[in-house]
């Protein structure tokens, strides 16, 4: 049965840095593209970021970009998403996801599993 946790939300001023990680069992990912996922009150779930667990490939959502960056690592079947430079606009539930597909083709359709989601809340 796959599972994926996600750890590390929390209270950050805007400005401020937090690292999710989501911890992947269950199965080997080598095929898959894993992805981050947020949604704020009142908002559509939205892409943040994905990776390919094959080839580290990575894509991210243009409000993210230069700020946010994913990664895995293999050995310990887990994906993390460092955080920096965080504004108020960031505050969301963020989830993890992973879908068999490649990265090139992925969409939120295609992921197959979800964690349970943390809160992550910036303070302005």
Known sequence: QVQLV????????AG????????A??????SYAMGWFRQAPGKERAF???????????DY???????????RDNAKNTMYLQMNS????????YYCAAGPMSLSIATMLGYDYWGQGTQVTVSS
């Open 6 to 13: 996600e750890s590390g939300g929390g209270l950050v001023q």
């Open 16 to 23: 401020g840095s937090l690292r999710l990680s989501c911890a």
């Open 25 to 30: 069992s269950g199965r080997t990912f080598s």
């Open 48 to 58: 943040v970021a994905a990776i390919s667990w094959s080839d580290g490939n990575t």
């Open 61 to 71: 959502a243009d409000s993210v970009k230069g700020r946010f960056t994913i990664s």
């Open 86 to 93: 965080l504004k108020p606009e960031d505050t969301a539930v």
